[in-house]
């Protein structure tokens, strides 16, 4: 079945409470599995949205790239913007924009630093370009030109010609551990049908439908 097909059935069938999981991981897993089978482009990708201290909102797009029952996982450098802002308000939500299926999941929750050594686990798969970019981009700063950023990636490869490329002490993964996720699925008429999970106490989830 191709993307236009799920999309027409997903939205022909909507999304019902019966048919919910009553755990918010497992009915990620669900949709996940779906984006991802479906071929859909960077069915990954996810928008992570902080907050600067002046209240200025920054959106950008990161990668998924472990997804657990603690949480959702990405990687950046810990002297972003992003960082940042998550080191003075840890507050964050993400969004997995899956319109290509007419389908969106929408988290809000805590970020936190991940360990180094969960960091260095993901960091080793790395293509090595990227392990070297990790080294030598100094994200979100300003730079005079494309030339600069290319001389500090060739002082980098130079630097570790060896072979074995080390993880950057300032680059790594947080978890975001989710307080709630809801789940929106696109119906005729902007009828959509969208259900939120909220954090209770003792692992538990309530379960409540939205208007669209």
């Known amino acids: 079945m191709n993307v236009d097909d799920l999309r ?8 019902l409470r019966s048919a919910l999981d ?8 669900h949709w996940y599995r779906a984006a991802i089978d479906s071929g859909i482009p960077e069915p990954t990708a996810m928008c992570l ?11 950008r797009l990161v990668l998924l790239k472990v997804f657990d029952r603690q949480g959702f996982v990405f990687f ?4 972003s913007r992003k960082a940042e802002q ?17 389908r969106q999941v929408k988290v ?28 030598a981009s100094p994200q979100s700063r300003v730079i005079k030109s494309r ?17 074995h490329i080390s993880l950057p002490p300032h680059w790594g993964g947080y978890r975001v551990t989710p307080d709630s ?9 902007r009828l959509h049908d969208r259900f939120i999970y909220h954090q209770l106490a003792a692992g538990n989830w309530s379960i409540e439908r939205l208007a669209p």
């Open 181 to 189: 996720m809801e789940f929106w699925q696109g119906r005729e008429n």
């Open 147 to 163: 030339a600069l950023l290319d001389s500090m990636v060739d002082e980098m490869k130079r630097k570790f010609a060896s072979g």
């Open 49 to 59: 949205a902080t907050v600067a201290l002046d209240g200025q909102p920054w959106q």
């Open 8 to 15: 027409t059935r997903f939205m022909r069938e909507g999304l």
């Open 108 to 135: 809000t929750g805590k970020a936190e630093k991940i360990s180094a050594a969960e960091s260095l686990k993901y960091f080793i798969t790395r293509p090595r370009g990227s392990q070297i970019g990790a080294w």
């Open 22 to 29: 009553d755990d918010p991981f497992e009915q990620f897993e």
């Open 86 to 102: 998550i080191a003075d308000n840890p507050q964050v939500s993400l969004l997995f924009p899956w319109q290509a299926l007419g």
């Open 76 to 79: 950046t450098n810990y002297s």
